[in-house]
């Protein structure tokens, strides 16, 4: 009998809680045009309750028990919010404005939850998808180049791969030295390690990217600390949520352009002959014949390559000079240097035989699934480039895979997961090598080959002291090879309309392989036993970076004003490893391994730091 009864006073409380829940269904449109508008976000305001509209602009929502009255919110990219109070189940229909100064665009700061435009307590800039895509850009920060006011975007090499270099508001410091000028950054509430060797916002694909989130200035030092003294930049990736209520989308998107360096770098003007003003070629000053610099008894700096030993000769470039028809100095002959040197001289332009247009290529295939209690992103990327030296590197490609997934479980608990997996290749150029160019006359032909089809280290008979930056560039071999992974889950509990407690844990982990490699035989124009022998450098940088959080939010109304109250709990752990290894000497060439040095060095160095602490307000 006492189950019975409590079984009835069970059935009695479930049913009680059945019909104090509200139903509310409808539509949302646009107010110009009364078109549908498909996955417009409807929610119940002070809770995690929400929905979509599905493909025909239509929504259903259940306001929890307990509320004698709840104001369920429209909303929707690119126009303004609208409000109503709704009491009892029923029909309720929005029309939606065009917000044309997006002051009713929803901020996901992170300090504060989700607020409009006009009630953040700071500087926020929040560009969506539609303005990210509207020029096609190779890397995250990019794409935010001339979309917000106040953020400078400088690109410091052309080397592909590399990011560019961002400041908001302009610099912090007059001494920028060990002073990083950069903002913080977070992806999908994952922090990323600025320490990441090579660049910590290469391994990102713009193609993923929603929307970004800018806060200027110091304030978002009041969530993440100091390190975000600089400002915070805040991305959004794709999620299954972006397509309407029910349905999948697959998309496919192949973008291919180039990339040109702006302006070009004055070089050497003067030579080292006298020019026939009639006639534009070099003769002798003595009796004004026509005058080879390979003649021996008139250039005496000309030395010839030994080619028992390679390594102990100095080679010099025979090509260019051939300005007589038959190559030989007696010619009477002369053949004019080719007419396409810089100013519309005679002679060889040296920025256009070091540099080309860059290449490149993106492939990026998705998918996208928005079902009721669950929504999944997925996709495969792939991004080639061959940047400005593309005629002597194989330059930069990247793969990544992107998982992105959302479930609504049953007590008002909300879990998400992001993820990011890439393995990039860059091969790089020696930076020292873009200054010697400057210094060949324009008479001289740096691209010339010898008769086993190397570069000259020295094409200039006249200048002993200025390698050829082509042979440089065309034989000193350096590869890095890295792998990343960015790995976050979060969860939101409504444990009451007003109270909602939140966590999150992401891991970015990544590996780089480095190699540097001068083969045996490398020319220098003076000895340097240790590369001419052969050189060697290979390492191997690990790091590790862990962030957790946990904390709890009461938001409510109090006289007409928001009160937002919150305490949060947050770790962190970051580790490193380094391992390098140089070898020189090398016994066999065309063999880049550390063991065939007769000489060798190693060295290695570990880090690791542990923070944590609490926080509210």
């Keep these: 009998m006492r189950k019975c009864f409590a079984l009835s006073v069970a059935s009695l409380l479930l049913s009680g809680l059945l019909f104090a829940q509200t139903q509310v269904t409808g539509s949302v449109t646009d107010a110009n045009t009364g078109e549908k508008l498909v996955g417009a976000n409807v929610l119940v305001e002070g809770t995690d309750i929400g929905t979509s509209t599905d493909v025909d602009g239509n929504y259903r929502i259940t306001v929890p028990a307990g509320l004698s009255s709840a104001k369920v919110t429209a909303r929707y990219i690119g126009y303004k919010q609208a409000s109503v109070t709704v009491t009892e189940s029923g029909t309720q229909d929005f029309s ?13 700061t992170g300090v504060a939850g989700e607020l409009t435009k006009t009630k953040t307590p700071f500087a926020i800039d929040k560009i969506d998808a539609e303005v990210l895509e509207m020029a096609p850009a190779t890397t995250v920060e990019s794409m935010i180049r001339g979309k917000s006011a106040g953020v400078k975007v400088v690109k410091s090499t052309g080397e592909p791969g590399y990011a560019a270099s961002v400041q908001l508001r ?124 390979r003649d021996k008894t008139k250039s005496p700096d000309v030395e010839t390559k030994n080619d028992a030993f390679k390594a102990a000769g100095i080679y010099f470039a025979d090509q260019p000079y051939k300005y007589n028809a038959t190559g030989d100095p007696t010619d009477g002959s ?110 001289v032909d740096i691209t010339a080959k010898d008769k086993e089809g190397e570069y000259y280290i020295q094409p200039d008979p006249r200048n002993a002291e200025e390698a050829n930056p082509i042979y440089q560039i065309a034989n000193n071999e350096r590869l890095s090879t890295r792998q990343r992974s960015l790995l976050g889950t979060n969860f939101s509990w409504a444990i009451m309309p007003q109270l909602r407690a939140v966590g999150s844990l992401s891991v970015d982990r990544s590996s780089r392989l480095w190699k540097n490699y001068y083969p045996k035989g490398w020319q220098t124009v003076t000895p340097s036993p ?3 022998d052969g050189n060697l450098t290979k390492s191997n940088t ?23 109250a919150r305490g949060r709990y947050n770790y962190e752990s970051y ?4 391992r390098t290894g140089n070898a020189f000497n090398l016994a066999v060439g065309d063999v880049p391994q550390l063991e065939t040095g007769a000489d060798k060095t190693v060295s290695s160095s570990n880090q690791t730091v542990n923070s944590d602490g609490f926080s509210g307000g």
């Design 575 to 578: 580790d490193y490893s380094y």
């Design 170 to 293: 302009g610099a912090t410091s007059i001494n920028s030295s060990g002073r990083s000028q950069a903002p913080l950054y977070i992806v999908d509430g994952i922090i990323i390690d600025p320490s990441v060797s090579g660049s910590p916002m290469g391994d990102i694909s713009p193609d993923d990217v929603q929307n970004i989130e800018i806060i200027k200035g110091a304030a978002g030092a009041t969530e993440y600390g100091a390190r975000a003294a600089n400002g915070v930049i805040a991305i959004t990736t794709k999620r299954g949520s972006e397509v309407g209520l029910g349905q999948t989308r697959f998309n496919y998107k192949m973008e291919q352009g180039y990339n040109e360096l702006v302006g070009s770098i004055e070089t050497n003007g003067s030579h080292w002959y006298k020019v026939d003003p009639a006639t534009g070629y070099f003769i002798d000053a003595t009796d004004g014949k026509a005058y080879d610099p």
């Design 334 to 443: 002369p053949k004019l240097l080719p007419n396409n040197g810089a100013g519309g001289r005679p002679g060889f332009n040296h920025m256009d035989a070091m540099f080309s247009d860059g290449n490149y290529t993106k492939h990026n295939f998705s998918m996208s699934r928005n079902a009721e209690n669950f929504n999944v992103f997925v996709s495969l990327g792939n991004h080639s480039e061959d940047g400005v030296f593309g005629k002597f590197i194989d330059g930069f490609n990247r793969n990544t895979f992107r998982l992105n997934t959302d479930v609504n479980l049953p007590y008002n608990l909300k879990v998400g997961f992001s993820s990011l997996l890439s393995k990039s290749f860059k091969e790089e150029t020696n930076s020292g090598s873009f200054f010697d160019v400057t210094f060949f006359p324009w008479d």
């Design 542 to 564: 690990d790091e590790q970076s862990i962030n957790g959080d946990v904390g709890i939010t009461y938001a409510t109304q109090l006289s007409g004003m928001s009160l937002i």
């Design 530 to 532: 240790n590369y001419n």
């Design 96 to 108: 939606l404005q065009e917000d044309v100064l997006k002051m009713d665009a929803v901020m996901v």
